[in-house]
């Protein structure tokens, strides 16, 4: 059953709305976004009006409301992670995004707060876990386990049974061969074939992908 509920959109930025274009296009309630950013104020994001700072949200029980983490990321996703964290702290729950033009195998298991932006892929057996992007056009092979918070960015192909560690960034167009783990807190570059595991918190470049210091 579709979940009426209204949404908030937390950030006024450009995955916001990306974001918003997707719920408008599954015909969401969207009762506004929230940005810290006085200027933006009485603004509006593809005719959503931006309310006032994160504290507006107290206005709004959180059995009202649910919220839509629309902070991006770039890099290592840790504050997008401690948005999510401060908000479910105070009991609120968050939307799971999905844009009509994704295609989800019926037994992927979704987290809390998952966006899957237009045209992404997710094959039979994935568990993709809470306030997880996989963002447009990336591409998901069977059996892969994406962890909390992570990035998937555009463009990526991950080949089967592929783990992504909790707060880890795959950039724009990289391909992981199938089989391989990469672990916590890891940023895959742009580009990068990764043809062998990726321990914690380890950047990797190139082609294949090799471990440099940051």
């Known amino acids: 059953m579709k979940d009426n509920t209204p949404l908030i959109i937390l950030g006024a930025g450009g995955h916001a709305k990306v974001l918003i274009d997707a719920l408008l296009a599954s015909s969401a309630v969207i009762a506004g976004i929230v940005d810290p950013d006085p200027a933006l104020v009485g603004t509006k994001v593809l005719g959503i009006p931006v309310l006032g700072g994160d504290d507006i949200v107290n206005e709004y029980p959180s059995s009202e409301i649910r919220l839509v983490n629309g902070l991006g990321s770039v890099g290592h996703p840790l504050r997008r992670k401690q948005l999510f964290d401060q908000f479910k702290q105070m009991g609120y729950t968050f939307a799971t995004v999905v844009h009509p033009s994704a295609v989800i195998a019926r037994d ?43 990035h998937i960015a555009p463009g990526v192909t991950l080949s089967g049974t592929v783990m992504v560690g909790s707060t880890s960034h795959i950039g724009t167009g990289a391909t992981i061969i199938q089989g391989i783990s990469i672990g916590t807190v890891c940023l895959v570059a742009a580009g990068a074939v990764v043809i062998s595991d990726v321990p914690d918190g380890r950047t990797v470049v190139g082609v294949p992908a090799k471990v440099v210091q940051i």
């Open 108 to 150: 992927v298991v979704l987290g809390e707060g998952v966006q899957v932006m237009a045209g992404a892929i997710i094959q039979p057996g994935c568990r993709i876990g809470s306030n997880v992007i996989i963002n447009t056009k990336a591409s998901i092979d069977h059996d892969s386990i994406i962890g909390d918070h992570a």
